[in-house]
């Protein structure tokens, strides 16, 4: 049975192949699902699909983030589908990466009122209004602490 590649192109078979190609619609997955080795590895059967490999296994583990001022705080992530390993599923679990993903949200819309907002711009040019802007504004966090 001949096999294709990317173009059509004829793929040889190696006849001393000890193992041969997961099939296209297959889907190997291999990883450490446990924070510590198992004592005496064991095989389980019956696994038969990702969310039972999950329910089996409960992987987490522990981590340590570090803030910009040096302080260390530790979070414990749970992995329940294949979607708790991306972004947005590591980031709903951590209240550190929600707090610096809201910074990197409110950086970004500093950044574009800089570039489209011409009156900031000229103010924050000139030295004399930049300082009266400084001035407002921490007048308007006083005010706001305040309140």
Known sequence: MSMYGIGGT???????E???????NRTLLVEKLTS???????????LTNIDAVFENFNPEVDIEFTDSEGASKEEVL??????????KGITAQS?????LTAQKEQNHKMI???KTNKLLRQAIENEESRIALINAMNALIKELNEG
Not at 18 to 24: N, Y
Not at 36 to 46: L, M, Q, R, T
Not at 78 to 87: A, S
Request: charged share 35%; proline share 5%; no cysteine.
């Open 36 to 46: 510590e080795a198992p004592i005496k590895p064991e095989f389980i059967a019956g």
């Open 78 to 87: 749970r992995f329940q589908n294949l979607g708790d390993f991306g972004i």
């Open 18 to 24: 000890a193992f041969s190609d997961i099939d296209q």
């Open 112 to 114: 574009k009122q800089l």
């Open 95 to 99: 209240d550190f990466l929600k707090d």
């Open 10 to 16: 004829e793929v040889k078979q190696d006849a001393s």
